[in-house]
């Protein structure tokens, strides 16, 4: 299976969390409740910042990093 595209802005937080599963430490780290969520396959990365009051571009640097 080919992995989709990081900087999809229409991945859902379930697909990132499938393909990437390091990433739902970064958001573990900040108590936001994305992994596990019932919303997950509904929510983007963007949904998941507005709601936490993050700043997208730096959320999604720090989820690279986490990427390995």
């Not at 739902?24 to 949904?47: K, N, S």
């Amino acid at each position: 299976m080919r992995r989709p595209d990081f900087d999809n802005p229409d991945l859902p937080l379930s697909e990132l969390f499938l393909h990437w599963p390091a990433c739902a430490g970064e958001f573990m780290r900040r108590q936001m409740l994305c992994p596990g969520c019932p919303i997950a396959p509904f929510h983007t990365v963007i949904d998941a910042c507005e709601e936490y009051g993050l700043e997208e571009m730096k959320f999604r640097e720090q989820l690279r990093g986490e990427m390995g």
